[in-house]
Structure formats: C-alpha cells, structure tokens
C-alpha cells in the first residue's frame, strides 16, 4: 500500500464517564493521520500497548472475540486502500471512510461536472453556464456511466476520435469538448479526488481560424447603402401571393451591423445599449461578456460615423434604445447580414461577430496604437489584439512583396509598359498599363541624363537633348 499504513488505536487519554476508552482503526495517509472510530470500550487498565489489543486477564472484556474484532477491522480497511489502487480511484480519507461505512462513492464524471458547475453558476455568466451544460450533456450522451477515474490519455483520445470521426466535428468544436473536462478534471485533481492530472501530457489545440472583416471599401459601400435607404420598402410574398413588409428589419439589421464596425461592440452589448449609456460624448457601457465580479465598463468616444448610424439626435428616455429596432438573435442577423453584403457585391463568408473585426483592422490600419484598440474592444489581454496586428502585418507584407516585381524576370511584360532611354538603352520606368492616364510623359534617364518624351498611346520614345 504506498504511501498507506494502518494500525489499531486505543485512545486512554479521553474516557467516558463510565471510565471506559476507545479503540479506533488508524490511517496514515501521506503523513496525514485519520482515525475511524470502533463501537469497542474498555477500561484503559485491560489495554497492551504491545499488541495494541486486550489483555487476556481475569475481568477483561471478552479479549479473544475483540481482539479477533479489531484484526478484522484493520484487514477490512487494508484490503479497502488495495482495491481503491487496484481500480485507480482516489486514496483519499473520504473514499476509505465511505467504503469503511459501507455508503456508496460516487466517482461519476457527469455528476461531479454539473455538481462543481452549478457551484459556480453565480460567478459565471449565463451564456458560459449554458455552454458548459451543453458540453456536459455532450459527454452524457457517449458514456452517461463515466466515472471520472477512467479519464487518463487513453480515454481522452478515443473521446477525441469519436467527436472527430463519428460526430464530423471541427476542431474548434472538439477543442471546447475536451476544455470542459479539463476543466472539471483539473478541479478534481487540485482537491486530490484522483491522484494525477491525464492532461498534464494531452495537448489539444484551437484552430487558428482566419479572421474575416469588411476592408474599408468595402465598410464604405456599405454606409453609403445604409444612406440611400434601399431597404425600407422592400416586399415579399408569401406562398398565398399575400405581400409583407420586409424591408425594415433589413434596414435595421443594417444599421446595427454599421455601429459594431464602428465601434466594435458585441452584440449582447448591443441589445444593451441605451440612451443612459451615452454620456460626455462617449459610450459607457457595462461590458455584457466579463466575469461576474470582474465587471469591466466599455468606455468608446463617440465619431462622426459613430453618430451618423447612432441617430442620437433627438432627446428620448434614459432607459429608451438607441438603435431603431429590436436586435434579432445571431443566427438571424447572420441570414439577414449575407443577403446585405450580395447587395454590395461582398461573398466573404460573414457574421456579425466580423463587425468586431473589422472595427479591430480598420482601426489599426487607420493608425490607431493596438493598446487603445485593446481597450476598446474589452479585451482582457492584448495578446489577443495582437491577433488583429499580425493581419495588418501580413497585408504589409503583401503590399510590399510589389516591389519584387521590379525584377524583369518577374515581370509580364504584357501587362506592363516598358520605357527604354532611346540613347543608351537601359530601362529608365516600368508600370502597370491603365495606371497612368497622360498621353506622354517627359523623363530624364537616370544613367546619361538623355531628355526625352515618351508616348503612351504609341509606346514611342522622342529625344529632345543630351545634358551638358
């Protein structure tokens, strides 16, 4: 038994008022001592501390049958540590105790899961608590009997094959599966209900999904679609030839998705966003997405675009919307959000959490230092802003890969318009046709200063003079 030893131990220094003492079976567990009470008293005067039983004397109680009584019961909780190693539970005080006592330990996962979730339904906000439930109810319906002593890397695996391969699940998905039982069997460990953590060597990972946003052009074509009001008006017919109004909640989708790119606020905080919440020029908002008791406030200066979709302009009731409709859910918004962007020529696939990226890259772009971005946004750490630099840096990194194309061996020549110095023959300019809208242009070369004027519409070079 590691780390385990078992005795019998007589307590002669507390004694009933009957003068009788206690005998206990003791446990030693990694340097803790716990001692299970016996309903077994004697007079400390019939005690052998060498057998650490009765004396067999005249007076003493029925010595043979007790102390074959106390042998029993330290064979009972020896052989109890052993099965508690042999099947992996937890050795712990409780487990042996509640094996000891003949009640039942319950090790199940699913259990234990909900058990530790609904402890933490007051600090976690209601769309986690859902989240988790709903991955809990995941792994219920693989294998509802988990006891939490099976999950080691073995197990982990098949769960993440079965999610994979059975299920067809991304692995975003898969990666929020397996962080729920991390979750829990951390949990689990730190209060040494099991004695190793199976993720200290399971790595599974997010995938690092490609960010899709709206570039400034294109947030431009959209403003100017949400101006001319194309929307309002629209009609559908259902299946009867009845027409209906539809054009409204196009309108509004539209204006909604216009106020998160231009100030990234999550939906849930927009559906919270009322007049109260605008002051000195700002928005200052009760982030809806932040722990509970780690409330963190949205503080967002308000911008010409900002207001011209913002429609504050009127005075309304504190607690009144700022928006001019009701924010539908995300799922509907989406459906919405995709007819709006064929209407400006955009097939990126978008939701409305793209809003949020956009107002990221558009401002980074714009200049604005990734900290402010940061905190705007409300972020918790910049790294994750940091995301949205590395997109700036690789447009970066596409723009100024042009350069490379200055190399001849690079360049389509059908494409591109080539200048020669008509003296010494070296090439003096290369651009793209269509850039440049003169019919000539008057040069100088570079390598022996030769004066001339060059055609576009002929591709002709024409020497006007040589430098002194």
Same mark, same amino acid.
């Given at each position: 038994?590691?780390?385990?030893?078992?005795?019998?131990?007589?307590?002669?220094?507390?004694?009933?008022?009957?003068?009788?003492?206690?005998?206990?079976?003791?446990?030693?567990?990694?340097?803790?001592?716990?001692?299970?009470?016996?309903?077994?008293?004697?007079?400390?005067?019939?005690?052998?501390?060498?057998?650490?039983?009765?004396?067999?004397?005249?007076?003493?109680?029925?010595?043979?049958?007790?102390?074959?009584?106390?042998?029993?019961?330290?064979?009972?909780?020896?052989?109890?540590?052993?099965?508690?190693?042999?099947?992996?539970?937890?050795?712990?005080?409780?487990?042996?105790?509640?094996?000891?006592?003949?009640?039942?330990?319950?090790?199940?996962?699913?259990?234990?899961?909900?058990?530790?979730?609904?402890?933490?339904?007051?600090?976690?906000?209601?769309?986690?608590?859902?989240?988790?439930?709903?991955?809990?109810?995941?792994?219920?319906?693989?294998?509802?009997?988990?006891?939490?002593?099976?999950?080691?890397?073995?197990?982990?695996?098949?769960?993440?094959?079965?999610?994979?391969?059975?299920?067809?699940?991304?692995?975003n998905t898969v990666y929020g599966a397996l962080s729920m039982i991390r979750k829990f069997v951390t949990i689990a460990f730190k209060s040494s209900?099991?004695?190793?953590?199976?993720?200290?060597?399971?790595?599974?990972?997010?995938?690092?999904?490609?960010?899709?946003?709206?570039?400034?052009?294109?947030?431009?074509?959209?403003?100017?679609?949400?101006?001319?009001?194309?929307?309002?008006?629209?009609?559908?017919?259902?299946?009867?030839?009845?027409?209906?109004?539809?054009?409204?909640?196009?309108?509004?989708?539209?204006?909604?998705?216009?106020?998160?790119?231009?100030?990234?606020?999550?939906?849930?905080?927009?559906?919270?966003?009322?007049?109260?919440?605008?002051?000195?020029?700002?928005?200052?908002?009760?982030?809806?997405?932040?722990?509970?008791?780690?409330?963190?406030?949205?503080?967002?200066?308000?911008?010409?675009?900002?207001?011209?979709? *913002?429609?504050?302009?009127?005075?309304?009731?504190?607690?009144?919307?700022?928006?001019?409709?009701?924010?539908?859910?995300?799922?509907?918004?989406?459906?919405?959000?995709?007819?709006?962007?064929?209407?400006?020529?955009?097939?990126?696939?978008?939701?409305?959490?793209?809003?949020?990226?956009?107002?990221?890259?558009?401002?980074?772009?714009?200049?604005?230092?990734?900290?402010?971005?940061?905190?705007?946004?409300?972020?918790?750490?910049?790294?994750?802003?940091?995301?949205?630099?590395?997109?700036?840096?690789?447009?970066?990194?596409?723009?100024?890969?042009?350069?490379?194309?200055?190399?001849?061996?690079?360049?389509?020549?059908?494409?591109?318009?080539?200048?020669?110095?008509?003296?010494?023959?070296?090439?003096?300019? *290369?651009?793209?046709?269509?850039?440049?809208?003169?019919?000539?242009?008057?040069?100088?070369?570079?390598?022996?200063?030769?004066?001339?004027?060059?055609?576009?519409?002929k591709n002709l070079t024409i020497q006007l003079k040589k430098a002194l």
């Amino acid at each position: 038994m590691a780390n385990a030893t078992v005795s019998i131990y007589f307590d002669k220094s507390f004694t009933k008022k009957n003068g009788l003492s206690r005998f206990y079976i003791q446990v030693i567990l990694n340097r803790k001592v716990k001692r299970i009470a016996l309903n077994l008293f004697i007079d400390p005067q019939y005690y052998n501390p060498k057998t650490k039983g009765i004396k067999e004397v005249k007076g003493a109680p029925n010595p043979r049958v007790n102390n074959l009584y106390l042998k029993e019961k330290q064979n009972e909780v020896e052989q109890i540590i052993i099965d508690l190693e042999r099947k992996k539970h937890a050795l712990t005080f409780t487990n042996i105790i509640n094996y000891f006592e003949n009640k039942k330990v319950n090790d199940s996962f699913i259990e234990f899961a909900r058990a530790k979730l609904i402890e933490e339904r007051n600090q976690i906000k209601k769309s986690h608590y859902e989240g988790l439930e709903l991955k809990i109810m995941l792994l219920e319906r693989y294998q509802p009997h988990l006891t939490i002593y099976e999950i080691d890397e073995s197990w982990l695996e098949t769960y993440r094959n079965y999610l994979i391969e059975t299920q067809n699940y991304k692995q975003n998905t898969v990666y929020g599966a397996l962080s729920m039982i991390r979750k829990f069997v951390t949990i689990a460990f730190k209060s040494s209900i099991i004695k190793s953590n199976p993720f200290t060597n399971f790595s599974f990972e997010k995938e690092d999904i490609e960010k899709s946003y709206l570039t400034l052009d294109e947030l431009d074509n959209l403003h100017k679609l949400y101006i001319s009001k194309h929307f309002l008006g629209m009609t559908k017919k259902d299946d009867r030839g009845k027409t209906y109004l539809v054009g409204d909640k196009h309108h509004e989708t539209l204006q909604h998705i216009l106020i998160s790119c231009y100030c990234g606020l999550r939906l849930s905080d927009l559906r919270n966003l009322r007049y109260k919440h605008i002051q000195e020029n700002m928005i200052i908002l009760p982030m809806g997405k932040s722990r509970k008791g780690k409330e963190k406030t949205l503080r967002i200066p308000l911008t010409e675009k900002l207001l011209s979709v *913002l429609d504050i302009k009127e005075t309304k009731n504190p607690n009144d919307k700022v928006y001019a409709g009701f924010v539908r859910n995300s799922s509907d918004i989406n459906i919405i959000l995709r007819f709006i962007m064929k209407e400006i020529g955009v097939s990126k696939y978008l939701t409305f959490h793209s809003t949020r990226h956009t107002f990221a890259v558009s401002s980074l772009t714009l200049g604005m230092s990734i900290e402010t971005v940061s905190d705007i946004l409300g972020h918790n750490d910049l790294r994750t802003t940091q995301i949205y630099a590395k997109v700036i840096d690789d447009k970066r990194k596409e723009e100024m890969s042009k350069w490379n194309k200055l190399n001849n061996n690079q360049m389509d020549n059908s494409s591109h318009n080539q200048v020669v110095c008509p003296k010494c023959g070296n090439m003096v300019m *290369l651009f793209e046709k269509g850039i440049i809208k003169l019919n000539k242009l008057s040069l100088e070369c570079q390598f022996c200063s030769t004066s001339f004027t060059y055609s576009l519409s002929k591709n002709l070079t024409i020497q006007l003079k040589k430098a002194l």
